[in-house]
């Protein structure tokens, strides 16, 4: 049916094929628009909980997962640790992220001399920088 | 089943699946050294949505004017041209995703925000390699040196602009282009940019006389110098720029830097659009 138009060399399966292109290409420009509409800016928002606690050789690994439920990527994400003792600190860590991307979640490990189940021990994100 | 279709229609299908698999190739070959580059996997995740979709808005007629440069079948029509565009977007999305998620740079927990944005940066690239391999088809080679003839001087532009744009995309999302541009003082940029020159007018004599008497009585040193070298020099470093811009290198960085950083990738970016009109 196309062939009698103007010499197509186009068969019906590459139509079909390029149809799905057109409509993959719509849907990714689609998502980003409406990704940008809907969280205009703003800045990371930044969780950290403890996921588990092991023994490791002669200390102990605690391993913790960050989330960011903002929008924006943050690069570099310091997270520090501190292992409190009453209101001493009796041991400190820090970590640092390469990327947490917006809605998402990295994992990462603590590694602590003493055992953190006796103590209070508290995660906080403390500094990022933009990508 | 298929025996009790007619021949030609089998050959047909035979042909349109062994297109398929070239443009799966040419996709490959020119986007496997941005899918292992890990600025790219992040840059897919920071890059400004509004950004990205610039790219891929850029794309459709980037691959539909590379369809009517490049010639192929003599026989096809700007229809044509649009659905390989197309079928080529298609065969990039698929191979990226692929890609990506056998080397776990995409996985099923990830956010959408971050599989879209990795998939659609690469799918630019993986396109323009899948077009470039479905112009491989056909009764290319005995129109080769007949086209080159024809070739007209906005379409020569354009293939420099595409062969800068292939290699720049390479090289633009690396750390290495701002760490260069630092690390070089003045003399050594103002040296880059003269050799750009002179490598790019090199290739364009290579193209312009293949054998040793000069086809065209009108192509002087100069006239070729100015046409092709040093328009197509300014073309390489508006690429630059826009790629600079698009990968977020720009962002509160001064003019001499950005200069700066526009010679360093406009060395690359200007090797690929003088090679362009060689291999395309």
């Not at chain 2, 010639?71 to 029509?77: L, N, Q």
């Not at chain 2, 995409?106 to 990830?110: I, R």
């Not at chain 2, 293949?210 to 002087?220: F, I, L, N, Q």
């Not at chain 2, 720009?250 to 001064?254: A, K, L, R, V």
């Given at each position: 049916m196309e062939r009698s138009s103007g010499g197509t060399s186009t068969s019906p399966w590459e139509w079909a094929v390029a149809l799905l292109g057109l409509a993959l290409l719509l849907a990714m420009i689609g998502y980003m628009a409406f990704f940008a509409l809907a969280h205009e800016g703003g800045v990371p928002v930044v969780s950290a909980d403890q996921v588990r606690v092991e023994r490791a050789g002669d200390g102990w690994v605690v391993r913790f997962r960050v989330r960011n439920d903002g929008a924006v990527t943050a690069a570099s994400l310091r997270v520090v640790a501190e292992l409190r003792q009453g209101t001493a600190v009796v041991e400190a860590g820090e970590v640092t992220i390469d990327y947490l991307p917006a809605f998402s979640e990295r994992q990462a490990g603590l590694i602590l001399r003493?055992?953190?189940?006796?103590h209070d021990l508290r995660i906080v994100p403390s500094s990022y920088t933009e990508p | 089943m298929t025996a009790t279709r007619p021949r030609h229609e089998q050959a047909g299908h035979r042909a349109f699946f062994v297109g398929l698999a070239r443009a799966f190739a040419g996709a490959l070959i020119f986007a496997l050294p941005m899918l292992m580059t890990m600025e790219m996997w992040w840059i897919g995740f920071y890059i400004d949505p509004w950004k990205l979709i610039l790219l891929l808005v850029v794309l459709v007629p980037l691959l539909v004017g590379l369809g009517v440069v490049s010639?192929?079948?003599?026989?096809?029509?700007l229809r044509d041209m649009v659905a390989d565009a197309f079928v080529a977007i298609t065969i990039a999305v698929v191979m990226s995703a692929v890609v990506l998620f056998v080397l776990d740079v995409?996985?099923?927990?990830?956010p959408p925000r971050e599989v879209v944005g990795k998939i659609a940066l690469q799918t630019f690239p993986g396109s323009v390699g899948a077009m470039l391999a479905r112009a491989q088809?056909?009764?290319r080679r005995q129109t080769r040196d007949e086209r080159r003839e024809e070739a007209n001087y906005p379409g020569a532009l354009f293939l420099m602009a595409v062969g800068a744009l292939f290699l720049g995309l390479n090289i633009a999302p690396t750390e290495e282009i701002v760490l260069l541009s630092y690390m070089m003082e003045p003399p050594r940029e103002i040296a880059l940019a003269a050799l750009s020159l002179a490598l790019m007018h090199g290739f364009v004599f290579a193209v312009e006389f293949?054998?040793?008497?000069?086809?065209?009585?009108?192509?002087?040193f100069m006239g070729l110098f100015l046409r092709y070298t040093v328009v197509g020099y300014t073309i390489v470093l508006a690429i630059c720029l826009y790629l600079l811009w698009t990968f977020g290198r720009?962002?509160?960085?001064?003019g001499a830097e950005l200069a700066s950083a526009c010679v360093v990738l406009g060395f690359p970016c200007s090797i690929g659009a003088a090679a362009a009109r060689l291999i395309v």
């Open positions: 003493r055992d953190p189940g006796g | 010639g192929f079948k003599p026989t096809e029509g995409v996985t099923l927990d990830m088809t056909g009764d293949p054998g040793s008497p000069p086809r065209r009585p009108g192509a002087t720009m962002e509160g960085t001064g």
